[in-house]
């Protein structure tokens, strides 16, 4: 299961192959052009199967073309194209086709054709199609005829194409050398545009020429090439020539001219620091940066202090706390936020089942500080050293559930759990999936009848979803993972990088990852779990509360969904949905709130800085949307130390 | 006292300047140190980007008092080293600046100052040494006058980045021709500024560079041990050529990327590194082109293009790779678009620096297509083919300034070495009559690249070689083979064969004349075995066809065959004695030419020893000699057969006709013939 899960989590191009030149390949690739989504834009791998004409034979993963026609004539041309287009992102893109093999005329012609380009051709006779030929070294440029431009090239040689996606031009090198511009008018927006309605045009004008492909096009029998993608390294120095351009991009970012408006620049600089300290509540920080710089903050030093005290209470993962002041310090805040405040119960939940959360750390001894917060909480709970012998006891078969704990009823769906997902190997105790359902369903569930489904997995989770009285369908969908958490696709509050959760711990005598090798659920307490599940109950009536106030909420579901997913493991911390667990995932709750405060103050809910670095990346994303290729050297991180 | 001193200098110009001038310089000599010291830092101030300052400063004579308190032992440290500086801002100004500078000894004084303990001091002399030997008007060897200096600079180099950075500056600066690069290399300025190289400041590690490529410059000894020498130099443990391509990579600054091209070409010039290798194939060579590109500026396209030409000048194969890299021969054709007729209009400030570089690009231009150029014809025709190439050419050979016109005739010469272009280009531009001009009244240097070129558009199928010679030629060459220079003499020679072959009497007669006798023995007893073989092969083509060898024999009979005694009986190689037997053979085919080899039994008698010389060459050309003597259709065959066979010349026929070598046996069997019939 945790295989499975591993495996999927990466996702894309791993996942395809893990042969070691797929690998290689991949490597290459994402080092050649880093701001390329691949996931949205893939990256040619190889020539395609299917856009070819049928005089074009492709063997050794589709990477090797030979002709197969019968060569009469230039009507016996055929052409084939990769598999996806040059993605601008690449900002400069670059393949190599090797000359297997001349044939009897060499009459090749290698470059770039759009979409739909007729594969009768060879590459540069037809419109949005551009080809260096080898039997005369001539470069056609959407034309019959061609134009002086090179050496011829024949067996053995090794030909380049290089499109520069930044100035729209095209080169070719032959054997390693640069032959010189080929195209200059490639068909791709040229430049960025002040006027909306320009770009807008050529933002149509891009969507109808550009995508330009890889293209190799054979005419006599006997002809063969292999295109080089990225799957060896290049003859020619390509990464040099990238450098030129970075430098050259970034050289015209740092000698950007910002005019006779100098002291306005200063003071705008110093507001986004003094603005971004204070937001983040680095309250002593802010106020030398304000005396140094002889400027004023805008917000009182308590009420810096009193973020930064509920932040810390967030990080450290005692949400109930957290929430708790925040109500105090800010009454009528989480009222009028049902949304945050849902997202912050949510993630309470989380915290129970890690054991950080306040509401559970009171069963255990280790938190002198909720122990004062909750004057009036239980006797101190067993200590975790002495269940050790239990859950070794009980666990010998299966070393990492550590389920010791947990109540009777937990225990056992547990532990059949467990033998269930290592059925495969060895199981000697396994209950049949359906004893298993039953069983947790005997517990509590009247209405999960209804999600008697087929597949195993599913049927785990409902075992312990029905706990909460789970009546809508939509739940039975298999756990899934969300690499970043529900709360960053939902809305743009800013995630602050910059916090480091064992500093802001360590006035805290424990930390629960620290001290025990062997994390449990809720501590590993058993009246802390208990209060657990009731908190789950809670969650999901004022779940139902909300949809009944404001409607449906997909995300509310979607954070419920996964919040609970996390019980359908034994071992929470190392399943799918595990993610959750990890303390930097308390981040963007903790922004979300920080946000929601200072919104309530009538201060910016966001930094400037962050501001103007979110519009940064925004701008990059749209320049590679759009075709603009210089977005690739000009990465926001290139600039962030 | 010298305040006593210079009181009447300054008296005399008192009136020229502003009094706030004089106050500085009269504060120089205030009696309290504490006040000259102030008075100076203020002199400081004063004169910073102030031309006119520094020249009434100069004027009141405010040197030549600096220069005394910064020589001063009992001057403070701070006051000599604000000195100093002063004296650095004052160099920074005008040439006349510098010059004043020098009259006043200044470097003596400087060099004199470095040997002081205190580092900021050493380093404002520095700084103030470096921004005058920088300037165009101070003779470097004023560096190299005492022995010390250098190896006192070289310890300096340890102290800080700024001596670093100036000590580099004025080695590579001051380092012209040989003399200077084995002093310095002798120094061990290789190991001492290698690990410059990788420096944190640009600057240091730029002025090291600078040091290599002016260092490794033509000068095989420094080029071979910045790769291997002895002892091999390390930096970060790299060898520097590794250093150097790094430095040449496309995100670096130009001037870095195109000075470590230069350090890589003088390396790969000098054998230390391969024509094929890599680094020369795939960094150097695309990196000079680059430099050639229109981006570039144009002090850095003319540094590129001439270095480019430097480094393919002799590989045929680096000369085929530039031609088709990134269009250089079409980029090339930019260089004679300067000064551009938008500059004149739009921009006097632009058309002056156009102006002043124009030269120097077509130069540059003209060198680089001279390089490439010079072994492959593919490469020749396009060249040939760029736009108005031919007329640029013309015109560069009537260029007032040398350079180009040099420039312009090794280009020529390169492409002159077409047949194809001999035929066609050549002809249709009538390039022959410029070429003629620069001939008359050149420098060596221009004269010998252009006789050159006429060689080869005085050959036989070149159309040009007629009217060439109407316009006076046949004298100019035989003036050049007078020249004290052997590269003249041999070209002058070398022009005359190239003349002589298949012409007709005339000329012949004209070249015999112009060349008179004397030269013509002069010449066959030149120390230089290439005159001496080209002098023959004149010979050679004077003596062919019966009627020319008998006349020729006729009047230079008797000098002809005591010259061609003497070679025979002298210590020459094989090819000159072949050559020399070939002229028999010649003069064995006249009808009255033979009776002077017949009646010359001294002749005869080396001939029949060259027939059993143990060289095949040289015994092929005696029989042919023979043949030439024995053959029956001619009048008094019989005669001559008979002598020979007395001679015993018969018997050496037979055993050659039994030879291994299918040309004497054939030869031998011919021969033989003769006597049967």
Known sequence: MADAGAGSLHGGDSALSCLPEEQELSQRLRRLYPAVNQEETPLPRSWSPKDKYNYIGLSQGNLRVHYKGHGKNHKDAASVRATHPIPAACGIYYFEVKIVSKGRDGYMGIGLSAQGVNMNRLPGWDKHSYGYHGDDGHSFCSSGTGQPYGPTFTTGDVIGCCVNLINNTCFYTKNGHSLGIAFTDLPLPAMISNQFMELLQEYIQHLFKSNLYPTVGLQTPGEIVDANFGQQPFVFDIEDYMREWRAKIQGTIKRFPIGDRLGEWQAMLQNMVSSYLVHHGYCSTAAAFARITDTTIQEEQTSIKNRQRIQKLVLAGRVGEAIEATQQLYPGLLEHNPNLLFMLKCRQFVEMVNGTDSEVRCFSARSPRSQDSYPGSPNLSPRRGSNNSHVHSTGADSPTCSNGVLSTKIKQSCSKYQALSSSSSSSSSSSPSSVNYSESNSTDSTKSQQHSSTSNQETRHLAFLSFFYLSDSEMEMEAEHYPNGVLENSSTRIMNGTYKHEEILQTDESSMEDNCPQRQLCGGNHAATERMIQFGRELQTLSEQLCREYGKNTMHKKMLQDAFSLLAYSDPWNCPVGQQLDPIQREPVCAALNSAILESQNLPKQPPLMLALGQASECLRLMARVGLGSCSFARVDDYLH | ?677
């Open chain 2, 1 to 677: 006292m010298a305040c006593v001193l210079e009181a009447p200098l300054r008296m005399s110009v008192l009136s020229e300047v502003t009094a706030s001038s004089r106050h500085y310089v009269d504060r120089l000599f205030d009696l309290d140190p504490q006040k000259v010291l102030q008075g100076v830092i203020d002199m400081k101030n004063a004169v910073i980007g102030n031309n006119k300052q520094k020249a009434n400063l100069i004027v009141l004579g405010a040197v030549p008092r600096l220069l005394y308190l910064l020589q001063q032992e009992t001057s403070s440290t701070e006051l000599r080293t604000e000195c100093a500086v002063v004296l650095g801002s004052l160099a920074m100004g005008t040439e006349n600046n510098v010059k004043s500078l020098l009259d006043c000894h200044i470097i003596p004084a400087l060099l004199q100052g470095l040997l002081s303990p205190d580092l900021k001091f050493i380093e404002a002399c520095l700084r103030c040494l470096r921004t005058i030997f920088i300037s165009p008007v101070t003779p470097e060897d004023l560096l190299y006058t005492d022995a010390t200096v250098i190896s006192h600079l070289m310890a300096l180099l340890s102290r800080s980045r700024y001596t670093q950075e100036y000590i580099c500056q004025i080695f590579s600066h001051c380092c012209k021709g040989p003399d200077h690069q084995t002093i310095l290399f002798n120094h061990g300025a290789v190991q001492n500024i290698a690990h410059l190289l990788v420096s944190t400041s640009y600057k240091v590690r730029m002025q090291a560079l600078k040091c290599f490529s002016v260092l490794a410059f033509e000068n095989p000894q420094v080029s071979m041990t910045l790769v291997n020498g002895k002892h091999k130099v390390l930096v970060d443990g790299e060898l520097l050529p590794q250093i150097f391509v790094k430095m040449l990579q496309r995100d670096k600054p130009v001037e870095m990327q195109l000075t470590s091209a230069k350090c890589l070409t003088s390396m790969c010039r000098a054998g230390a590194i391969r024509t094929d290798d890599s680094c020369i194939v795939l960094k150097t060579l695309p990196c000079l082109v680059r430099m050639c590109s229109k981006e570039r500026l144009l002090e850095e396209r003319v540094e590129g293009a001439e270095t480019l030409a430097y480094l393919i000048e002799t590989d045929v194969e680096l000369q085929r790779i530039a031609s088709i890299t990134d269009h250089l021969i079409v980029m090339l054709a930019d260089y004679f678009k300067y000064p551009s007729s938008v500059s004149a209009i739009t921009d006097i400030k632009r058309l002056d620096h156009d102006l002043k570089h124009a030269h120097e690009l077509r130069q540059a231009a003209f060198k680089l297509y001279a390089s490439l150029g010079a072994n492959d014809e593919d490469i020749r025709k396009k060249i040939i083919e760029t736009e108005n190439m031919m007329d640029r050419i013309v015109n560069g050979l009537s260029e007032s300034s040398i350079k180009v016109r040099l420039a312009a005739v090794r280009c020529l010469h390169s492409l002159s070495r077409s047949v194809q272009q001999l035929r066609t280009s050549f002809q249709d531009h009538a390039v022959w009559k410029p070429l003629m001009k620069v001939l008359q009244n050149a420098p060596n240097e221009i004269l010998v690249v252009a006789s050159s070129t006429l060689c080869n558009l005085l050959l036989e199928f070149s159309p040009s070689k007629e009217p060439i010679l109407e316009s006076g030629a046949i004298e100019l060459l035989c003036s050049l083979t007078q020249s004290e220079n052997l590269a003249l003499r041999v070209n002058g020679i070398w022009a005359l064969m190239n003349v002589a072959f298949q012409a007709e009497q005339k000329i012949k007669s004209d070249i015999l004349r112009g060349l008179s006798t004397e030269q013509l023995f002069q010449l066959l007893s030149d120390s230089d075995v290439n005159v001496l073989m080209k002098t023959l092969g004149l010979l050679r083509n004077l003596l062919s066809t019966r009627p020319h060898i008998d006349h020729i024999m006729s009047t230079h009979g008797k000098q002809i065959m005591q010259a061609v005694t003497l070679i025979l009986e002298g210590e020459h190689n094989i090819e000159v004695k072949e050559q020399t037997l070939c002229i028999l053979a010649n003069i064995a085919d006249g009808t009255t030419a033979k009776e002077l080899i017949m009646t010359n039994d001294d002749i005869l008698q080396k001939i029949k020893y060259y027939m059993s010389h143990s060289n095949a060459k040289l015994q092929l050309a005696a029989m042919f000699c023979i043949s030439n003597l024995v053959w029956n259709e001619e009048e008094g065959s019989q005669e001559r057969q008979d002598k020979l066979r007395d001679m015993g010349i018969v018997d050496i026929l037979h055993k050659l006709s039994q030879s291994s070598d299918p040309n004497l046996c054939d030869k031998a069997k011919t021969a033989l013939q003769q006597y049967l019939a």
